[in-house]
């Protein structure tokens, strides 16, 4: 079937504008992950899902952040006024592990390029 | 949270078997060992896993040693496709920041 898909694959924004990044992951896919990759870096993670719970939000960088899964399935990254150094590719993961027992491996989407200007 | 530390480059011919190791000191007993391997303008994609001792599958072998302070990831008779940068992770399960992907090492295959 068709992997995780994120739209729209790049993005500029004004600083000070409000931004919406989309997910949808593998269908079934009960987890699901939001990470921050900026240039030469490892990705970072930013929240996790369990279906539509919001179960770790730890590494959102600033309350200017916010993710929602409201149904279980596709997910919307929000960064409201957004500044320079939000420019990244925000990338998300799905997998079918529950978080229970062993690391299940993830399926990543090809993410999304911010740039704000 | 285990962290863990790899080369930050590697380069190797083509058709030669290449072996990148991670370092973790602090891995907790119920942690396993996850690669990932990430191309250009790509989201990461999995490679193998492993909790002990030797994992083989169709794209690379894991090797873990009974301390398991390290891991080798080999990729056997590299080609000019596999150049990409190789994180290893880990960490219990995929819940919450467990999934700390570092810098990687970035593997450069030369014709």
């Known amino acids: 079937g068709a992997g995780v898909s994120q739209s729209p694959r790049y993005k500029v924004a004004k600083r000070g504008q409000d931004v919406a990044l989309r997910c949808d992951p593998i269908s079934g896919h009960v987890s699901l992950f939001w990470y921050q990759q900026a240039l030469g870096q490892g990705p970072e993670f930013l929240t996790y899902f369990q279906n539509e719970a919001q179960l770790d939000k730890s590494g959102l960088p600033s309350d200017r952040f916010f993710a929602e899964r409201p149904e279980g399935s596709v997910s919307t990254l929000k960064i409201q006024r957004t500044q320079q150094e939000d420019s990244a590719v925000y990338l998300c993961?799905?997998?079918?592990?529950?978080?229970?027992?062993?690391?299940?491996?993830?399926?990543f989407g090809p993410g999304t390029r911010l740039t704000v200007t | 949270l285990a962290k863990t530390t790899q080369p930050i480059s590697m380069d190797s011919y083509e058709g030669q078997e290449v072996n990148i190791t991670c370092s973790h000191n602090?891995?907790?007993?119920?942690?396993?060992i996850t690669w990932y391997q990430q191309f250009p303008s790509q989201g990461p994609r999995f490679i193998i896993q492993g909790y002990k001792t030797k994992v083989t599958n169709e794209v690379a072998s894991l090797f873990i040693p009974a301390d398991r302070k390290s891991s080798t990831l080999s990729l056997p008779r590299v080609s000019l496709s596999d150049t990409a940068v190789y994180y290893c992770l880990v960490g219990e399960s995929v819940a919450g920041n467990q999934f700390y992907f570092g810098t990687g090492t970035s593997l450069t295959v030369i014709p």
């Open positions: 993961a799905s997998s079918l592990d529950s978080g229970q027992g062993p690391t299940y491996e993830q399926y």
């Open positions: 602090n891995i907790a007993t119920n942690d396993y």
